[in-house]
């Protein structure tokens, strides 16, 4: 199956996807045939984007493992199971260590961005097993990849989901579901807002969002798992190829 590829018969579920990226995917998964759930606490915008793309809306925290549950429900007894899930719910961090440090907002983004992640695989795997197979593709970052000392938590998190990622990759993959990382740069989203200003003073490239949804499309048309995909301008989408780590030494006699 190639990008353009119709995906007639497809569920997919996005959390996340009043807004931005996912919304973004929603609307391309949708245009190739796919039927759409879209998981957000936004019920409102939420709710457009799922009429917009003819789909079906569940209100969803995804730090709430119930709420997870209940929006892949919503997806097997809307249309009949689920082929994808995109757990792509986050926010931005911004929490300084330190005297400033504020304990709730940390609890807030690690619950989002990691929390909503694992709880995500847990509730889509009966559903994708149902199937006999299927993928789960979770919006890390390039935080992920690189140190991120403008917001320590946020790339702690997202390193995390990395790590999960690859770790998860090949549990699953005797089972016929692929799961993959999503790590994009900085990409033109309301997620950008309190940092575009100083990326455009300082002419640093932001991502298209449309560059984004061609590397999910990427992902889920492409034979790996265990992958995270890499989203920076110029340069085409590919997974990151990670060094191997030292290994243990033993004493010669």
């Known amino acids: 199956m190639n990008g353009n590829a119709s995906l007639d018969g497809k569920v997919a579920l996005i959390t996340g996807g009043a807004n931005g990226i996912g919304a973004a995917v929603a609307r391309r998964l949708a245009g190739l045939g796919a039927r759409v759930v879209v998981a957000d606490v936004d019920a409102d915008r939420g709710s457009a984007v799922a009429g917009e793309v003819d789909g079906a809306f569940a209100r969803c925290d995804v730090t709430e493992p119930a709420d997870s549950v209940a ?3 919503t997806a097997v007894e809307r249309f009949g199971g689920l082929d994808v ?15 400033d440090f504020d304990l709730g907002s940390y609890r807030r983004a690690m619950g989002i961005n ?7 695989v ?24 690189t140190a991120t000392p403008f917001d320590p938590v946020y790339g702690a ?43 455009i003073r300082t002419g640093f490239p ?8 061609d ?3 990427g992902i889920l048309t492409a034979d790996g798992t265990g992958e995270c995909w890499y989203v920076v301008p ?14 243990p030494r033993t004493e010669r006699a």
């Open 71 to 73: 929006a892949v429900a």
């Open 85 to 99: 899930a995109f757990l792509n719910a986050g926010v931005a961090t911004g929490t300084p260590f330190g005297d």
């Open 114 to 120: 990691l929390d909503g992640v694992a709880f995500g």
């Open 122 to 145: 847990q509730a889509a795997l009966p559903a994708l097993r149902a199937r006999g197979g299927g993928d789960i593709i979770a919006t890390a970052s390039m935080a992920g990849l």
């Open 157 to 199: 998190n997202k390193a995390a989901v990395v790590g999960l990622v690859r770790a998860l990759g090949p549990v699953t993959a005797t089972e016929r579901i692929r799961v993959n990382a999503l790590c994009p740069s900085f990409a033109d989203t309301d997620i950008l807002i309190p940092l575009k200003g100083e990326l």
């Open 206 to 213: 932001i991502l298209a969002v449309d560059d984004v949804v």
């Open 215 to 217: 590397a999910f499309m």
């Open 234 to 247: 110029g340069r085409p989408a590919e997974p990151f190829r990670f060094r191997g780590v030292p290994g």
